[in-house]
Nanobody, 121 residues
């Protein structure tokens, strides 16, 4: 499994960014793809996920501001981020094969390299 993330950058509060993650390898077309993020000196946290049947879940902190989607032809996971806040700052990682137990998503061991998002106030 290979996951190549891109699209990070620096924006001011209220701005927008679009992240992409190209997935390739075994089972990525049927796996749940997800975004996680890690702020400085904090643990990595779940952001959004989309299953192979287009079931979508978001962390409460990003609901209404972020939109996750998947280009099935290109096997690319996207994250459209709007109304960005300084607390959205962090390295964003894509993950293939996340599993949901109850209301919690648990990542697999397949990670992309991460892309840095910096939101200034």
């Amino acid at each position: 499994v290979q996951l190549q993330a891109s699209g990070g950058g620096s924006v001011q509060s209220g701005g927008s960014l679009r992240l992409s993650c190209v997935a390739s390898g075994s089972f990525t077309r049927i796996a749940t793809l997800a975004w996680y993020r890690q702020a400085p000196q904090k643990q990595r946290e779940f952001v959004a996920a989309i299953t192979s049947t287009d079931d979508i879940r978001y962390a409460d902190s990003v609901k209404g501001r972020f939109t996750v989607s998947k280009d099935k032809d290109k096997n690319t996971l996207c994250l459209q981020m709007t109304s960005l806040k300084p607390e959205d700052t962090g390295v964003y990682y894509c993950n293939s094969g996340s599993r949901r137990i109850g209301d919690i998503y648990y990542p697999s061991s397949f990670w992309g390299q991460g892309t840095l998002v910096t939101v200034s106030s």
